[in-house]
Structure formats: C-alpha cells, structure tokens
C-alpha cells in the first residue's frame, strides 16, 4: 500500500508514474489517465464518433495498456503510448462496421485555408449567448465528425489539442510533412462544410416575425399614443 498523499503524485513526472505503475501502485494509474483523459477521449470520438462508444474504446483500451504496462519501456512517452493503444483500440471498431476510408477520392482537395478555431470552453454569459455558443459548438462537431478519418486525427491533435507537428506525427505514426498536408486537407474541408451549414442558417438570423414583431410594433404605437401622435385604439382621427 503506497503512503504518498494523493498530492504527491500530481508533481512526479511521467517517468516516476510509470514505475508506480507498474508496480501496481493505483493512485499512480489514476493521475496517468486523469492526464490523458481529454486528449484521449477525443482521439477516440474523433475515430468512432459516438460518445458513448468512444467512452467504452477508453475503458478498453486502459484496461490493456495496463495489463500490458510491465512490458513498457519507454522508447515514447507514456501519452504517446497510450494514444497509439486508444487509435488502435478505436480502429478495430470502426473496421468491423465498415471499410476504411480511401484517401486517393480526396486528392484534388486544396491546401490553403484559414485556422478554423475550435470553441474549447463556453460559459460566462447570458443563458442565451450560452445557448448560441452550444449550436456553434454543435456545427463544428458535427463538421470534424464528417472528415475522413485520418483528416479528422490530425485534426483533432494539431487545432483541438494544439499539439505541435512534431508531437502529432509521434502520436500518429506520421511524416511530419503528411501531418502538413493532411491539416491543410481538413481546414479546407471543414471551412467548405461550415459555409454551407452556416449559409442556410443565416437566412433566419435575427428574425423579426412572430412575438418581436408584435412586442417591437405595440411598444411604438403606444409611444406614439403617450406623445399624442396616434389616437388611441378604439377610436378614430377626426376627420
């Protein structure tokens, strides 16, 4: 049984979790996946796209990294380590539901595009800017979730996760110059994607039929009604 205190363990460096770890030592297995979490639930989710699923690829994936931890050895880092095991876990999932996807229908795709930023955190303001932040969120989610997956991998690491190019191409396995091109891939796909969703809803931006027509049109009768412009409803200007 270990005697470190839980704060103890947040200090050591991955190094010394490792060794805890594979030692058994439990809370030393938690702060190892309560660093990784996030990152590696997105990874998941970006390859499976379903939360639930993606929860269920974590769990797995964990549970043999784990099992497997004695025979870790520290060529990567543990994350990276543990990044690969999650993608692979992931994979194999998609891989009994459907092909894969074939990059070559993609290749006449531009390379130039704008950094399109990911909303990592809402909150803050007034419950319906809360809400307009949430259906922004939504498109974008829903635009990652519909590239090619292995577009949407870089992706996720490179403009979610701000991870550099070199610590992409670690995690997937990548020449550097191919994360270069794959993220110019997915910025252009998801700008294109972003115009046509956000361009039909533009159309109903700041609508002005319905309860704002009649309270806005009220509210200036009245008024006029108060400065003696208009007389009052029921009766009729003289003639």
């Known amino acids: 049984m270990s005697l470190r205190k839980p704060n103890d363990y947040v200090a050591l460096d991955q190094a010394d979790l490792v060794r805890l770890a ?12 309560q660093q990784g979490n996030q990152r590696l639930f997105r990874m998941a989710r970006g390859v499976v796209r379903d939360d639930a699923e993606a929860e269920d690829v974590l769990q797995e994936a964990y549970a043999r990294a784990f099992a497997a ?3 870790f050895r520290g060529e990567a880092g543990v994350q990276t380590w543990l990044t690969r095991i999650v993608l692979n876990e992931a994979r ?3 891989r009994r539901r459907r092909p894969t ?20 955190t809402f ?14 969120r939504g498109l974008i989610e829903r635009a990652v979730d519909d590239l090619p997956a ?15 190019i070199e610590e992409t191409a670690a995690n997937l396995q990548l020449k550097p110059e191919t994360v270069k091109t794959r993220l110019h891939r997915a910025r252009r796909l998801l700008r294109q994607a972003l115009d046509a969703q956000l361009g039909a809803t533009m159309v109903g931006v700041f609508p002005f039929l319905g309860a704002r027509c009649v309270r ?14 208009l007389a009052p409803a029921g009766t009729f200007p003289a003639a």
């Open 22 to 33: 594979q030692a058994g030592d439990r809370e030393a297995f938690r702060v190892i996946m």
């Open 69 to 71: 931890i004695g025979g």
């Open 123 to 136: 909150g803050g303001g007034s419950p319906e800017v809360d809400a307009a932040r949430m259906q922004i």
């Open 92 to 94: 194999d999932r998609v």
């Open 101 to 120: 996807v074939d990059l070559d229908v993609l290749e006449q795709v531009q390379q130039q595009a704008e950094v399109i930023p990911f909303p990592n």
């Open 216 to 229: 806005i049109t009220e509210a200036v009768l009245a008024r006029m009604e108060r400065e003696g412009r």
């Open 150 to 164: 292995p577009f949407r991998m870089v992706f996720i690491l490179r403009d979610i996760e701000e991870c550099s």
